[in-house]
């Protein structure tokens, strides 16, 4: 499954399938990205960061592209599994103020069995 | 177990009557920050600590105040609360000393209801 455009609301995807999950960035002075996943009742938990300097990172089943030119930046999911099932949200940091995160709006992921 | 701890979880209050939020993590983190989640606004950051006795304001810090005295504390606190502060209020430590690196652990949020 993909989304379309830069930002969907909700993306289903059957089990198995890859997910891609988009999100554009406000502020072409950020340097530092973050993809969090949050389940329902709980805290966001980290999944994976970029920093400006990189176009793409892998972690464990996620990769994460990283597209300047246009301020976009995705999360790829391999093999979506039910317990993906989440809300996904990226965030961005300000170069120089490495204190203040931004969050974007979120992506539903919902994995259909 | 490494954590970041709220209290309280749940409370509903009335218009006027200050209360505190507490956050307290056992990592030793030298960031914490915290942040309200609304339906259709997402997650927006109030106030941060860089370090003890170092804060700054988010994007949406007004009708709020934070301390940070020790390391390991970081209350929330509403002088005045209103009904437009009734939200899902999330605190969160990273370690590092230039602010936010690598993995920013959240607690697991506080429901405020204010009438």
């Known amino acids: 499954g993909e989304s379309v455009g830069l930002h969907l609301p909700t993306l289903s995807v059957q089990e198995g399938d890859n997910s891609i999950i988009n999100c554009a960035y406000s502020n072409s002075a950020s340097d530092y990205f973050i993809w969090y996943k949050q389940e329902s009742g709980k805290g966001p938990q980290f999944i994976i960061d970029?920093?400006?300097?990189?176009d793409k990172r892998q972690g464990q089943r996620v990769t994460v592209l990283l597209n300047k030119t246009v301020k976009h930046l995705s999360l790829q999911i391999a093999a979506t599994q039910p317990g993906d099932s989440a809300v996904y949200f990226c965030?961005?940091?300000?170069?120089?103020?490495?204190?203040?995160?931004?969050f974007g709006q979120g992506t539903t992921l919902q994995v259909k069995p | 177990e490494a954590q970041v701890t709220q209290n309280p979880r749940y409370l509903i209050t009335v218009t006027g009557k200050k209360l505190t939020v507490t956050c307290s993590q056992n990592?030793?983190?030298?960031?914490m920050s915290w942040y309200r989640q609304d339906p259709g606004l997402g997650l927006r950051q109030i106030y941060y600590s860089m370090n003890v006795e170092v804060t700054d304001k988010g994007d949406v810090p007004e009708g709020y105040k934070v301390s940070r005295k020790e390391k390991r504390n970081f209350p929330l606190i509403l002088e005045s609360p209103s009904p437009n502060q009734t939200s899902l209020y999330f605190c969160?430590?990273?370690?590092?000393?230039?602010?936010?690196?690598?993995?920013?652990?959240f607690g697991e949020g506080s429901r405020l209801t204010v009438l």
């Open positions: 970029i920093r400006s300097n990189m």
């Open positions: 965030a961005e940091i300000l170069s120089g103020n490495t204190g203040k995160l931004i």
């Open positions: 990592m030793n983190h030298e960031y």
């Open positions: 969160a430590s990273s370690m590092g000393t230039g602010g936010i690196t690598g993995e920013l652990f």
